[in-house]
């Protein structure tokens, strides 16, 4: 089975898309035993990627990036997940945060921040969700309370990704409680030696294991007014809604890469296994499962091609977003499920690729909105 290849693949892309692959495999595979063991990876390899060009390719080089668009975000985010090498939060740096500064940020910010992000110096983390509030974003409890020329903060953050490491926080907060959505605005904080930020632990989860998932927690932090995302308060909870569709469409094309990794580990397995003294993959219900499988993946990536094709031109919708994050993300749980099961014993032996992708791809119908979630803003198009 060939890799994917979409229409938008450029030769430079292409030369991009196997620097990426030769980076995961030499850089990132070799450890993600031992960055689970430990909950994050080490911080030399930010700088490493960085040095490699793998931190923010899609932003323009006047401020260290790559000078690329998100085509290259989608190529990294693919290519770690068939790789299933997800301990680096490069989504979050580079495909997330970095564009929330690019779009949002004013020139002194994007000069200050940018260029140290792109080459791994500075690790971003964005921390929307709290212990009461995930999809419910509205509902976030963390207040920022202007003093003279500072913001003075309270609150608490839960699963972070990028948490441990995380240099510069891009933080949900509201500016004022009494606005509810209208209220919410996004701080920049630059957490090194910030006196009341403290960094709880690493969280203990199902997959991901070697990314460091973390709580943080803000006591009476003060932050100068100069670090608020945007030029005014109470445009947090629209800039969300503007870069969300983005996010989605990572997860979805993560989704894809660990479908195709799936199918591609399982076709291999059931060639080499016998069972009744024949290859598995000679009995028909296993050959069926990997026709209807592939066909899957197929349809996904024809779609998801044309959904990224949207985004580049920045056309893409929120409605399309969201059917792409839950479609894809359910196809890649149903997929992996089926190919463990043709594993049999072995699938559930985490040796085994297929074992660590399933364990990896649940939380894809959970995180960047709940797959629920996403049938609801579609639900309210009609």
């Given at each position: 089975?060939?890799?994917?290849?979409?229409?938008?693949?450029?030769?430079?892309m292409?030369?991009?898309?196997?620097?990426v692959?030769?980076?995961?495999a030499?850089?990132?595979?070799?450890?993600?035993e031992?960055?689970?063991k430990?909950?994050?990876?080490?911080?030399?390899?930010?700088?490493?990627?960085?040095?490699?060009?793998?931190?923010?390719?899609?932003?323009?080089?006047?401020?260290?990036?790559?000078?690329?668009?998100?085509?290259?975000?989608?190529?990294?985010?693919?290519?770690?997940?068939?790789?299933?090498?997800?301990?680096?939060?490069?989504?979050?740096?580079?495909?997330?945060?970095?564009?929330?500064?690019?779009?949002?940020?004013?020139?002194?910010?994007?000069?200050?921040?940018?260029?140290?992000?792109?080459?791994?110096?500075?690790v971003?983390?964005?921390?929307?969700?709290?212990?009461?509030?995930g999809?419910?974003?509205?509902?976030?409890?963390?207040?920022?309370?202007?003093?003279?020329?500072?913001?003075?903060?309270?609150?608490?953050?839960?699963?972070?990704?990028?948490?441990?490491?995380?240099?510069?926080?891009?933080?949900?907060?509201?500016?004022?409680?009494?606005?509810?959505?209208?209220g919410?605005?996004?701080?920049?904080?630059?957490?090194?030696?910030?006196?009341?930020?403290?960094?709880?632990?690493?969280?203990?989860?199902?997959?991901?294991?070697?990314?460091?998932?973390?709580?943080?927690?803000?006591?009476?932090?003060?932050?100068?007014?100069?670090?608020?995302?945007?030029?005014?308060?109470?445009?947090?909870?629209?800039?969300?809604?503007?870069?969300?569709?983005?996010?989605?469409?990572?997860?979805?094309?993560?989704?894809?890469?660990?479908?195709?990794?799936?199918?591609?580990?399982?076709?291999?397995?059931?060639?080499?296994?016998?069972v009744?003294?024949?290859?598995?993959?000679?009995?028909?219900?296993?050959?069926?499962?990997?026709?209807?499988?592939?066909?899957?993946?197929?349809?996904?990536?024809?779609?998801?091609?044309?959904?990224?094709?949207?985004m580049?031109?920045?056309?893409?919708?929120?409605?399309?977003?969201?059917?792409?994050?839950?479609?894809?993300?359910?196809?890649?749980?149903?997929?992996?499920?089926?190919?463990?099961?043709?594993?049999?014993?072995?699938?559930?032996?985490?040796?085994?690729?297929?074992?660590?992708?399933?364990?990896?791809?649940?939380?894809?119908?959970?995180?960047?909105?709940?797959?629920?979630?996403?049938?609801?803003?579609?639900?309210?198009?009609?």
């Open positions: 089975m060939s890799a994917y290849r979409p229409s938008w693949l450029t030769e430079d292409a030369i991009f898309q196997q620097s692959r030769r980076f995961a030499e850089e990132l595979v070799p450890h993600e031992r960055w689970a430990q909950q994050h990876v080490d911080r030399q390899t930010w700088l490493r990627a960085g040095e490699m060009g793998m931190l923010c390719p899609g932003i323009p080089e006047e401020y260290g990036g790559g000078g690329g668009n998100h085509a290259h975000n989608a190529i990294i985010g693919y290519e770690l997940a068939y790789a299933i090498a997800t301990s680096l939060g490069t989504n979050v740096h580079s495909a997330i945060s970095a564009h929330y500064l690019l779009r949002y940020a004013s020139e002194a910010q994007k000069q200050r921040w940018l260029p140290r992000m792109a080459s791994g110096e500075l971003a983390a964005i921390a929307m969700t709290e212990p009461g509030a999809t419910d974003l509205q509902n976030i409890k963390t207040k920022a309370i202007r003093d003279g020329d500072h913001y003075v903060i309270n609150g608490s953050k839960t699963f972070i990704t990028n948490g441990h490491h995380a240099d510069l926080v891009l933080l949900v907060c509201k500016t004022d409680p009494s606005l509810g959505a209208k919410m605005s996004i701080i920049v904080l630059e957490v090194a030696d910030l006196p009341g930020f403290r960094r709880g632990r690493i969280l203990d989860k199902l997959g991901h294991k070697g990314q460091d998932t973390s709580e943080l927690f803000f006591d009476d932090v003060r932050v100068p007014v100069a670090n608020l995302l945007g030029p005014v308060e109470g445009q947090g909870f629209v800039q969300l809604m503007q870069q969300l569709p983005e996010e989605r469409m990572f997860i979805a094309m993560n989704a894809l890469g660990a479908m195709q990794r799936a199918v591609e580990e399982t076709i291999k397995y059931t060639q080499e296994r016998k009744f003294g024949k290859p598995l993959l000679d009995m028909q219900n296993t050959r069926f499962k990997l026709a209807e499988m592939q066909t899957t993946v197929t349809i996904a990536r024809t779609f998801i091609d044309d959904c990224l094709d949207k580049i031109r920045h056309e893409l919708d929120a409605v399309t977003a969201a059917k792409a994050k839950w479609w894809a993300s359910s196809q890649a749980c149903q997929i992996i499920d089926e190919c463990l099961q043709l594993h049999g014993g072995y699938g559930y032996m985490l040796e085994y690729p297929i074992a660590r992708l399933y364990i990896n791809t649940r939380v894809m119908r959970i995180y960047g909105g709940s797959n629920e979630v996403m049938k609801e803003l579609i639900a309210r198009s009609f």
